[in-house]
């Protein structure tokens, strides 16, 4: 039996939840995942999937076997990565997850990251701040970019590393175009945006839950006009015309060249909100997310993301 092979196939099942697709995700056959897992159980001598015409789930001892597997064939992969690297030529892929309002951060640094380590291929991906937390925790993903105020939610070991602060604006068209660039307006208040036709983030964004924590404290409550989990959609729906948007100024750095647009500083009350890198403080940390980690802490960095943002530091 290869061990690694068989965990990666449990994993498989585990992140589909379904035989068929987990099959197919391997590039196997559904009966050669079947037997593989089987003879899984026999080796460990427990029942690790719940048997049923579809699946079901892990016994609990599935999830005791897929926990060890997840830190198993990660392990594996840093191992492999380190070996064929150098001291000071990293090689191997980085997968960075991040919140949405934090992606034009993660892409600057995965650009950044590159160029100073071309051995190292990073994989940028937008996701939920819960599905940042889950892919720290099963080590899907080597690094997050989001809210640190979250640390304490689940009982996994982080570390994180103080990025920036996000402060929120009002995006809307502005009355004429502006010669260059997105223009900065006056200050709005949060209880006047109410007011207006608003693209927001669905509710299951931790951004939106931030927002709508900022209209409750300005004791006014808020109706959107268009939702979406998509921060594309957010500045799109405002360049389109008929509703504006709230969002943080890492988003509104990355619609500057919109000349046809301004951002106004939300206030009363002012919302600031820490954003970090965080990575499993229990796993290994493979030479590529070493790499990264310095980057993360390099004080030209953070200038260099505050420079093209728009963003206060931290």
Request: with cysteine; glycine share 8%; charged share 20%.
């Amino acid at each position: 039996m290869n061990l690694l092979a068989s965990l990666r196939y449990l994993m498989a099942l585990d992140k589909h939840r379904h035989f068929g697709r987990a099959a197919e995700s391997c590039h196997i056959t559904q009966p050669a995942l079947s037997n593989a897992l089987r003879t899984l159980e026999r080796e460990f001598g427990v029942v690790i999937v719940k048997r049923s015409r579809t699946y079901v789930g892990l016994t609990p001892e599935g999830e005791r076997v897929l926990a060890t597997a997840q830190r198993m064939v990660h392990e594996h992969q840093v191992l492999q990565e380190d070996l064929s690297s150098k001291v000071h030529r990293p090689n191997g892929s980085l997968r960075i997850g991040a919140v949405p309002t934090a992606v034009p951060i993660a892409a600057r640094f995965g650009g950044m990251l590159q160029v100073l380590h071309p051995g190292i291929v990073p994989a940028v991906v937008s996701m939920s701040s819960l599905e940042l937390e889950t892919g720290l925790e099963n080590l899907s993903i080597d690094l997050a970019l989001g809210y640190t105020d979250r640390m304490g939610l689940r009982d996994v070991k982080l570390n994180a590393w103080p990025q920036y602060v996000e402060y929120y604006f009002l995006l809307r068209r502005a009355a004429t175009p502006h010669a260059v660039e997105l223009q900065i307006g006056l200050p709005l208040r949060w209880r006047d945006a109410a007011a207006l036709p608003l693209c927001l983030l669905s509710p299951d964004m931790h951004n939106r839950t931030i927002v709508d924590a900022a209209f409750v404290t300005a004791r006014t409550a808020v109706k959107p006009a268009i939702e979406t989990n998509s921060i594309l959609t957010l500045a799109l729906s405002v360049v389109a015309g008929g509703v504006c948007s709230i969002m943080p100024g890492a988003l509104v750095g990355a619609v500057r060249g919109y000349r046809e647009l301004e951002a106004l500083p939300l206030i009363d009350p002012e919302i600031k909100t820490a954003i970090g890198f965080m990575s499993n403080g229990s796993a290994g940390a493979s030479r590529a997310l070493e790499a990264a980690l310095a980057l993360a802490r390099d004080a030209a960095w953070l200038r260099h993301a505050a420079a093209n943002s728009g963003l206060m530091l931290a």
